[in-house]
């Protein structure tokens, strides 16, 4: 059967199904079973729009919808999502769910890197090449283009990360953010 054409259907008999799957066709096989009775819906969170792997969800991204049934791991508070970025695509009328989504990126590997001690008055700074891909206040290993050691710290922008107390006080500051949300 044509998806499309289910749709439809199904929307003139006052059903919605909103084909978050992005099906076009169903097949129905002989000595399949129906599950009794209707299928029960529920209020979630949803995404408004195709959203492509590491794009940044917006405010205007989400919208509440009715889907066939919501999981555990379902997203209930629209600010734990706005700002995270999509792990794979993500289709409209899909529930958002926290497995989706992550922080984003702001260091890839191989990425030049600005690594900053501070303290007490004093500022360094080194030049160096990412290691791995990390988000804010992920760990990131850093290779000095000087000495050419490697130094772990904390990533805090594009291109810039943290060692050090400052970067203990860009984990705190980043927590108690999190924890407000």
Known sequence: LDAGAVQAVARRAGLDWPNAEGYRRIVVRSGATASPGPTARAEALTYARNINPGEIIQASDLVWAKVAAASADAVSDPETA??????????????AQARDLT?????????????????????LSLQGKAEAAAAAGESVAVTNLTSKKTIQAVA????????????????????QRLALR
Request: aromatic letters at 4%; proline letters at 9%.
């Open 82 to 95: 706005i700002g995270m970025a999509a792990r794979r695509p993500l289709r409209a009328g899909g529930a």
């Open 103 to 123: 922080a984003p990126l702001v260091i890839k590997a191989g990425d030049p890197v600005t690594v900053t001690y501070q303290a007490g008055g004093v500022s």
């Open 156 to 175: 805090s922008a594009p291109g810039q990360a943290l060692v050090g107390p400052a970067a203990d006080r860009f984990l705190l500051a980043r927590n």
